[in-house]
């Protein structure tokens, strides 16, 4: 899926990606990953899936989910050592090339790949890959492959996933019909390399010292150049290719110790971006309040970085327990050693009490947290990449982004308990005045006292109250603001309102649920009133005017 991922946005695609998990026997299953991109050149099939190390990607200094270029070709041979069942690739890479069919397995004695079988086939796709490897396995952690599959479509909004599991279907569909800015790579920056790659990079220049520096490293100029020559104690003239290996390291030091700027970071990192973090949580997770920060680009050891981060409350997640942490890196969800994450420990550390959020250690309650480091080096704990080492630098960008993002939960909740105290306030006046006028009318014996002009005085805002008597439910609106109004009254409940004395707009159903919509105009100082037989129940909904110049009241809760 990285690799789909990847090779769809290099081809400026939306990725449209089909997987299925069959099972073929005892502990023996079947995975197929096919793809949309710009598919594979013949040629070059036989290397990319049977020769490890063979798409690395260590030399391009740029953001991107694979880059050891061992995962594909581990699986491959993973499957040639518990299955002995060759690995099918199928790939084309245009509607005027035919689709090449390759049987693959490695090599293992000298790491080369040997093709069992090479043939043209018809494939209905124009261009694209796919990718079939039988293995030894078990669906004991199918959660965790339905997490994996849900969290790589929340941060990848532009990506449509189909999912075949035995004998369940899943879609997780995009959210987003643009095409992600491909990153583009910079050159190494001197901070940021290593002695292996300084070596490797002058062993294959010609150039002088003075050129090699200026021409290969990032936001290095002649003036810097020469300064770590000097340091070196190297000549700005000799061949590059001819030092020795002890000069070599004299060299990196130097560059190393001389002050650079920082490296530039808009076009070899590509990050998620705020409103689609938000479109792409609000798809999976129906939740009450979400938001989302970018944080300004940074660098830690020479190497660029981008933390994002979301927070999400209520709806649908869990009132109790920890909060859900979601951890990615360039894209990739990391699933395990939460523990030992940097993310997690950044979490911990922020005082979450302090935005009304419940905290042992991690916070609790109906909470998301979600957090994507993105960069052209992300520093993993170890080779498994399952979680983002401890670095300052890092670190620090994440709690902001949280703390960022606690202020707003903060403000949101306090709204929140506002309103609902107005509305409590609103339910009072609305039920309980209408009731003591009532009674004192009876006791005086006199006429029943009309109580709206008292709540206009009190309220001041567009008042929508529902109730339900003798079979019969009504709906009022009164329009006690100092202007005219154009609204919509959204009606939910298991009522049809076949019999409404105003029939609405118009009404749908879905599950038993009628969607009652009625539209209208009301004058200031002015009360619509619209009754229908029914159960009442449901929701009352106002749209059309903000939040804070209307109140909706149920007066049968």
């Known amino acids: 899926m990285d690799n789909a991922l990847d090779a769809c946005e290099e081809a400026q695609v939306l990725p449209d990606i089909y997987i299925s998990i069959k099972k073929t026997g005892p502990e023996m299953f079947r995975i197929i990953v096919e793809d949309n991109g710009p598919g594979i050149v013949p040629k070059q099939v036989p290397f990319v899936y049977g020769k490890l190390l063979y798409g690395s990607r260590f030399h391009q200094i740029r953001q991107t989910r694979g880059q050891q270029g061992i995962g594909i070709s581990a699986a491959v041979l993973y499957a040639q050592l518990t299955s002995g069942i060759p690995t099918v690739v199928i790939s084309r890479t245009g509607a005027k090339e ?33 990718v079939q490897i039988e293995f030894k396995s078990t669906m004991s952690a199918k959660k965790k492959l339905l997490e994996y599959l849900k969290y790589t479509s929340v941060v990848n909004p532009h990506a449509r996933f189909r999912v075949e599991l035995d004998d369940e279907s899943f879609t997780f569909e995009r959210v987003s019909q643009e095409v992600i800015a491909c990153p583009v790579a910079i050159q190494p920056h001197p901070h940021g390399i290593e002695f292996g790659q300084l070596k490797r990079m002058a062993a294959a220049s010609d150039e002088k010292l003075l050129d090699f520096l200026v021409n290969g490293f990032s936001r290095v100029g002649k003036k810097t150049a020469q300064e770590m020559c000097d340091k070196a104690g190297l000549k700005a003239t000799v061949k590059v290719n001819g030092l020795p290996a002890e000069e070599l390291k004299n060299l990196l030091a130097a560059m190393q110790s001389v002050a650079v700027p920082a490296p530039p970071t808009t076009q070899c990192l590509s990050p998620i971006g705020e409103d689609l973090i938000r479109r792409g949580l609000d798809k999976e997770f129906q939740m009450d309040f979400v938001s989302a920060r970018t944080r300004p680009s940074s660098v830690y050891s020479g190497h660029p970085f981008v933390v994002e981060a979301a927070i999400g409350y209520g709806g649908r997640l869990e009132p109790e327990g920890n909060a859900i942490i979601l951890r990615f890196a360039n894209r990739v ?11 997690t420990e950044c979490v911990s550390n922020v005082n979450w009490k302090a935005y009304n959020i419940s905290q042992q250690g991690l916070p609790l309650g109906p909470v998301l947290l979600l957090v994507h480091v993105a960069s052209t080096n992300v520093p993993f704990t ?95 609106v ?80």
């Open 333 to 343: 969800p990391l699933m395990y050693q939460q523990g030992a994450c940097a993310v």
């Open 98 to 130: 035919p689709a090449h069919q390759f049987e693959i397995q490695i090599k293992i004695e000298t790491n080369e790949p040997d093709v069992i079988s090479d043939k043209v086939v018809e494939w209905d796709r124009i261009h694209g890959t796919r």
């Open 382 to 476: 170890s080779e498994s990449k399952d979680a983002i080492a401890s670095i300052p630098e890092i670190e620090k960008e994440i709690v902001l982004a949280l703390q960022d993002l606690g202020r707003e939960l903060k403000t949101f909740l306090s709204r929140r308990d506002r309103n609902k105290l107005a509305e409590d306030r609103a339910r009072a006046v609305c039920a309980v005045i209408p009731e003591i006028a009532a009674k004192v009318s009876e006791i005086v014996e006199k006429p029943l006292v009309d109580t709206t002009p008292i709540e206009g005085r009190l309220m001041k805002k567009l008042i929508a109250k529902k109730w339900t008597t003798d079979g019969n439910v009504t709906i009022e």
């Open 478 to 557: 009164n329009n006690y603001t100092s202007s005219d109004v154009e609204i919509s009254v959204y009606d939910i409940s298991a009522d049809n309102a076949a019999g409404a004395d105003m029939p609405p707009a118009f009404s749908t159903e879905m599950d038993g649920q009628f969607t009652k919509v009625w539209k209208m105009a009301i004058p200031k100082h002015t009360v619509w009133r619209v009754t229908y037989p029914g159960k009442g129940g449901g929701m009352l909904d106002i749209r059309g005017i903000e939040d804070n110049k209307k109140m909706v009241v149920d007066l049968d809760v």
